[in-house]
């Protein structure tokens, strides 16, 4: 059995990798507050992304994508009106994004 929040942190430190080698800072990590959890919170030319990572490792659950749903994404919108409110950067231009992670292990490939 899969631990699943080690699979998870492990998912998101290959997505901060990757977003810090495609030229984005990275600004938190694990952000918490009152409405929840932001994953990564990273900038690039001057535009703030609130980034949620999901990490699966086969596909029999569906893409990692569908597991963010209008409920989640809700939650994910709140916590960054908060963190741009208590940060003072409420008018600036922000996006959210997916980062999906997954893992295949194929057995008897050749």
């Not at 800072?25 to 900038?43: P, W």
């Not at 659950?61 to 741009?84: D, F, H, M, S, T």
Request: glycine letters at 8%.
């Amino acid at each position: 059995m899969v631990d699943r929040k080690l699979l998870g942190a492990g998912g998101e430190h290959l997505a901060v990798q990757i977003l810090y080698s495609r030229g984005f800072s990275i600004l938190e990590k694990n952000y918490h507050c009152r409405f929840g959890e932001i994953d990564v919170i990273c900038s690039r030319a001057g535009v703030i992304y609130f980034v949620e990572v999901k990490t699966r490792m086969d596909s029999r659950l569906g893409l990692p994508r569908e597991a963010v749903n209008r409920e989640k994404q809700a939650r994910i919108r709140r916590c960054a009106q908060w963190y741009l409110s208590h940060t003072g950067q409420r008018e600036t231009n922000c996006q959210f994004m997916v980062v999906e992670v997954t893992v295949d292990i194929i057995e008897d490939a050749f």
